[in-house]
């Protein structure tokens, strides 16, 4: 199973909203990650996956329980965290507990993590999985200062790939949008979106391959402030692209092309505590 960055989110979205002194303008909120040391989480996580190969559709949908655990704060605040899948279904097939990731990370109180995640050129058999992962893998982090309703503020993500292939990085920018409700708590609401053209090319001795397309994906964060974790999140992404392929077949060369257009939707919802 490819897409386990999409945990990611969920598992550093923990923050306390400590109030800024008051601007003339608005009020303000310094956001960082800290959750005590022994926090457990337990998470509710469904992933449809609607794709269309030259109209030929496919679904997939996988449902999974997860825990997560605050093992350790840090003296200078980073967190580490460990995370296991307790259950997975994929179209209604339990998949076997041995083949459930286990994984361990560490985050500072703005989000990021210690060690960055270098993910492997694509290749042709793993390109779909390759893009959820790399997508999968945007997560929330938070600004320096404080910031009120209606700001962003931006990440770059660098991706690696070189020139002329794309993605070789990403813009991702966050809003924090207002408060709502959400389970009787009152959260706030940040959303995150980000875009990339994709451009891949593969020459073999026999045979040239060209991709081209473009991927987004849009999500949506809940903060509960006074239980200090994401209470929910929403994201979708979008992946859509052109395969052309021209072959030597021993007396010519033969061309085909494949459209893919691929969408994956993902909901986690806190359940314990």
């Given amino acids: 199973m490819h897409r386990w960055l999409w945990l990611l989110p969920v598992s550093i979205a923990l923050s306390s909203l400590i109030p ?9 909120w310094l956001l960082r990650f800290t959750p005590s040391q022994g926090l457990t989480l337990r998470w509710q996580i469904r992933m ?10 496919k679904t997939e949908t996988t449902e999974l329980m997860v825990s997560e655990s605050v093992d350790e704060v840090r003296p200078n605040g980073n967190l580490v965290w460990s995370s296991r899948a307790l ?30 995640i ?12 390759w893009l959820e992962e790399l997508f999968g893998g945007v ?21 690696g790939l070189k020139p002329p292939n794309e993605p070789r990085r990403l813009r991702i920018a966050y809003r924090l949008e207002g408060r709502e409700t959400v389970d009787g708590a009152d959260c706030f ?7 990339s053209p994709v451009r891949l090319a593969w020459r073999m001795r026999d045979a040239s391959v060209i991709i081209t397309g473009g991927a987004k994906l ?17 994201a979708e992404l979008s992946i859509n692209y052109t395969m052309e392929t021209e072959r030597w077949d021993g007396f010519q060369f033969v061309q085909r092309t494949k459209f893919v257009n691929r969408t994956t939707a993902l909901e986690a919802k806190l359940v314990t505590p």
């Fill in 20 to 28: 800024h002194p008051l601007s003339s303008v608005q009020e303000r």
């Fill in 48 to 57: 449809a996956t609607k794709q269309f190969v030259n109209n030929k559709a």
């Fill in 87 to 116: 259950r997975c279904v994929t179209n209604g097939e339990v998949i076997p507990p041995g083949e459930l990731e286990a994984t361990v990370s560490e985050i500072t109180p703005l989000g990021y993590s210690t060690k960055p």
């Fill in 118 to 129: 270098v993910l492997p050129p694509p290749t042709l058999d793993d390109l779909d999985d």
């Fill in 139 to 159: 997560t929330l982090v938070f600004p320096p200062t404080g910031v009120g309703i209606g700001q962003k503020w931006v990440h770059q993500l660098s991706v």
């Fill in 189 to 195: 609401r940040i959303t995150v979106q980000t875009q």
């Fill in 218 to 234: 849009e999500g949506v964060f809940w903060f509960d402030p006074k239980l200090g974790t994401v209470r929910r999140r929403l």
